[in-house]
């Protein structure tokens, strides 16, 4: 059995944070999906890791699309101007739309909004809703206290092994999107202690 992916969700911060490792990377992530063919969507900011990755996929030929809410627009946030952006009433409905456009996720560093995107997947992976891949870019370790967590989780029985295998980790974007683009990848690598 193989999978195809074509349509890529991308989760990340709405902002830069403190490592200046983390918008390389976020770079460096939307350069390769365009370079593979990939289609983008994502939330449809200009700013932080989001204006990052969405910009690196544009400005190398990629096919991007943002999907933004009602309250951001309000606020007068900037969303990508090269980028059709859809805007719709709420985070629960930019979620869904998200989801439904993708066939697999990637998870950059970012804060509650990610942890949030990230864990409402897994928890429709853990009641078979999906089956759809998620990769965690794991820049500097920023997503090890998160794997502690989920295998803490699995240890005292509340989350299903099999389930949270389908999480797979990569340390830098080259070694992420080779995985993504192989079809026949069908490692699951969960989250280990030296990842």
Known sequence: MTRHIKNVAVYC????GTNPNFERDAKKMGKLIA???????FGGGNVGLMGA?????????????GITTEHVVAMQEPVHEKIDVRVVSGLSMRKQEMFDLSDAFIILPGGPGTLDEVTDIITKQQVGETDKPIYFLNTDGFWNVFGLVVNHMVECGFANKNQVLNIRVANTPEELIQRLT???DLVRTGFASDN
């Open 182 to 184: 192989d079809p026949n």
């Open 13 to 16: 911060g709405h902002s830069l």
């Open 35 to 41: 370079e593979n063919g990939l289609r983008l969507i």
């Open 53 to 65: 990755v969405s910009t690196a996929a544009v400005d190398n030929g990629g096919d991007v699309f």
